[in-house]
């Protein structure tokens, strides 16, 4: 936990706001997704990989609202991609296929799940919140595979994308690309917004001291419950587009790794910045897609049968390779930049 | 007499077998500042806890302008008139100085469930707390991160922080503790400047600022009060000289 603390972000500068260069690079990038695609020869591909770093940057930046800015080491975060996941799937099932019913829905449900494992949860601190975490998500989990109605273990296939007020205006993956997009800038400006009000500074305080934060008169549990069950809808509403995405929802969106992956995301991006946990789920994703590639590549020396042995095994060198990053770029990749832009 | 500010009647703490507040009865009145001396393991420290509400009492009654707050927890204390601060500096230290103060002076002003508008920026809130720090002297460190000032710098700010609740009360764990000559002595005149106007509470080794600030005295010895009295009083008293003072004085 202190480890966490001391990630901190810069210290404000008086009055006014600092221009951010590197979240407006970012969204670019985004939005000349669709360009880049297309550009690239395989389109489909390529906008369908952008569209999951998209979505789970949704997850992980909502993730970095209360690990980042709280130092609450929740680890039972896919809990919500499941929850947002499975309302698609579950209201679909039953007929239910527009958007506009199924995201509210799915924000209402993970708002309740935040609300009852956050106000239990939050009286616990440390390690032991980060183990009761884990213990709700696994018990979502559970409960999710022993749903035979719903495709249990197997999970299942979406008929189709939501409807949006009764029109497949996301049924191609162009128009889903945008949808994912408009929903990650929105969210991330909401976020930003969060973070610097009053709300947001009564959060940031309590991480740096609590007990500071209650001698001045602040009861911290009630903002700590209300970012967990925010940053709980953000991720439902992730779920939401992760179901739409691969037009299937199953009990592995909720597994532990899942929620070990978005933390590993949000460290990798660098602590309380956002778009560093956007950042660093991209970077995650992409090396996971294309360390196999590399390897191949830089085994160029190696025996025919080495060389795919090492292609195939190619999650020895990915796990090493993230604690080499972790260890050696405090603050992960945000942190890398500040640096190189600060002396 | 006037009614106190603060009273606390037949307090009690222990950890176990080990009894740390003895039956502890006292009554600040408003306006002066009534300092608590002690040898080191008095229960010196547990007793602001106590009625800081930072620990629960075994028994006995913390009474607050005549009501009974022995059961509230420290933030509703808080907002009752009670400020605090720390013997080990308790500060936010990756914030500045400024919002340190502003976030005091945002719990007792409005809602802090507002989830838009910059907060760093609301005039109302850096307007008061940039008063409160020129109080203690800090003004022109206000933009500096709290984690960097000079210790002496960070005793300064917690008055301030303190300040900013706008308190009735005000208890204060060892100020001038870790202070160099020059830092106690600008705490002490920030001291002196503020008793007029808030009715102070201070445990303090440093017996030239006790004696030179203090009304009047009460000492803890094993966590009973063995005498309340004015300064002069309390160094004629011959059963403090033994039980503490000793050659001190």
Redesign the interface.
């Given at each position: 936990m202190t480890e966490l603390a001391q990630t901190r972000s810069a210290p404000a500068l008086p009055f006014g706001r600092r221009f951010e260069l590197v979240p407006v690079i970012l969204f670019a990038v985004f939005a000349a997704g669709p360009i880049l695609a297309s550009a690239s020869g395989a389109e489909g591909y390529v906008l369908s990989l952008l569209t999951r770093v998209m979505i789970l940057g949704l997850a992980a930046m909502s993730l970095d609202l209360i690990l980042g800015y709280g130092a609450l080491v929740s680890f039972g975060h896919a809990a919500f991609l499941g929850i947002g996941a499975y309302a698609v799937g579950i209201l679909a099932s039953h007929g239910s296929e527009d958007a506009l019913v199924q995201i509210p829905v799915a924000l209402a449900a993970s708002a309740g799940f935040g609300l009852v494992t956050g106000a239990i949860s939050l009286r616990t601190k440390g390690v032991y919140f980060i183990m009761i975490t884990l213990a709700f998500g696994q018990m979502l989990f559970f409960l999710a595979t022993s749903l035979a109605a719903y495709g249990g273990d197997d999970g299942m296939t979406l008929p189709e994308r939501s409807r949006v007020a009764g029109t497949a205006l996301i049924e191609s993956d162009v128009a889903f690309y945008w949808a994912s997009f408009f929903c990650l800038l929105v969210t991330y400006a909401l976020a930003r917004a969060v973070v610097a009000s009053r709300f947001g500074r009564v959060l940031r305080g309590t991480r740096e001291n609590s007990v500071r934060m209650e001698a001045i008169g602040f009861q911290p549990f009630r903002y700590q419950l209300a970012a967990y069950v925010l940053s709980g809808m953000m991720a439902g509403l992730a779920g939401c587009l992760l179901a739409n995405q691969t037009e299937f929802v199953s009990p592995a969106y909720m597994t532990w790794q899942r929620s070990g992956e978005l933390i590993f995301m949000v460290v990798l991006g660098g602590l309380g910045t956002l778009h560093g946990a956007i950042i660093g789920a991209a970077a995650f994703l992409l090396l996971e897609e294309f360390l196999p590639e590399i390897l191949h590549t830089l085994g160029f020396m190696l025996q025919e049968d080495m060389r795919a042995r090492l292609v195939e095994n190619w999650k020895m060198i990915f796990g090493p390779l993230l604690i080499l990053i972790v260890l050696f770029a405090r603050g992960g990749i945000m942190g890398l930049w500040r640096r190189g832009h600060h002396g | 007499m006037v009614e106190p500010l603060l009273e606390l009647r037949h307090l009690k703490k222990n950890f176990g077998a080990l009894v740390v507040t003895d039956d502890v009865s006292l009554a600040v009145e408003p306006g002066e500042l009534h300092a608590i001396i002690g040898p080191n393991g008095a229960g010196k420290t547990t007793l602001i806890h106590q009625i800081?509400g930072?620990l629960s009492s075994a028994s006995g009654e913390v009474l607050l302008g005549g009501q009974d707050i022995t059961r509230l927890?420290?933030?509703e204390r808080?907002?009752r008139g009670l400020?605090?601060s720390?013997q080990i500096t308790?500060?936010?230290?990756?914030?500045?100085a400024?919002?340190n103060v502003a976030?005091?002076v945002?719990?007792?002003s409005?809602?802090?469930?507002?989830?838009?508008?910059?907060?760093?920026?609301?005039r109302g809130l850096?307007e008061l707390a940039m008063d409160c720090l020129e109080q203690v002297g800090l003004g022109d460190r206000?933009?500096a991160?709290a984690g960097f000032l000079s210790h002496g710098e960070k005793r300064q700010l917690e008055l301030a922080?303190a300040l900013?609740?706008r308190p009735r009360l005000l208890l204060l764990d060892e100020p001038l503790a870790g202070t160099g000559h020059d830092d106690s002595q600008r705490v002490v005149e920030t001291l002196r400047a503020l008793k007029s106007r808030i009715t102070i509470v201070l445990i303090e080794h440093d017996m030239d600022a006790v004696f030179s600030l203090a009304d009047r005295v009460s000492v803890l010895v094993y966590g009973r009060v063995i005498a309340t009295d004015t300064p002069v009083a309390i160094r004629a008293n011959a059963e403090v000289r033994t039980a503490y003072l000793g050659e001190e004085v």
């Open positions: - | 800081s930072f927890s420290m933030h808080v907002r400020a605090r720390f308790s500060i936010l230290p990756g914030f500045s400024l919002e976030l005091a945002q719990a007792r409005g809602s802090s469930f507002r989830f838009f508008g910059d907060a760093s920026r609301e850096n206000a933009f991160t922080i900013a609740t």
